[in-house]
């Protein structure tokens, strides 16, 4: 799963986009949009994680891309439950 920090730093000191977050946001929307189970992807439509969206309405590519670029994800979405990502279960020490 790596660093997800560039899903909350956005802007960097002079109010830009940072290139590691327009990069991240490219990288999470191929993996969003390439899964293919209903429950996540329907009619070329997903989940948008933007932060007033909240994964309750569904939106095309560029709509999701606006919402987080100018917007950015809802606070704490680091694991992509509503994109088909699993959580990393830790081992329980015996």
């Known amino acids: 799963m790596g660093d997800r920090g560039w899903m909350y730093h956005r802007l960097?000191?002079?109010g830009c986009y940072t290139d590691e977050f327009k990069i991240g946001v490219e990288?999470?929307?191929d993996y969003a949009f390439s899964q293919?189970?209903?429950e996540f992807c329907s009619r070329n439509r997903i989940k948008c994680p933007y932060?007033?969206?909240t994964n309750q309405e569904w939106?095309?590519?560029v709509?999701?891309?606006?919402h987080l670029t100018r917007n950015g994800f809802m606070n704490g979405y680091i694991v992509w439950?509503?994109?088909e990502e699993q959580?990393?279960?830790r081992r329980q020490r015996h």
Not at 63 to 66: G, L, N, W
């Open 12 to 14: 960097d000191d002079n």
């Open 27 to 29: 990288s999470f929307l």
């Open 36 to 38: 293919f189970n209903p």
């Open 51 to 53: 932060s007033k969206c």
């Open 59 to 61: 939106h095309r590519r």
């Open 63 to 66: 709509t999701m891309q606006c």
């Open 81 to 83: 439950l509503a994109h």
């Open 87 to 89: 959580p990393v279960r």
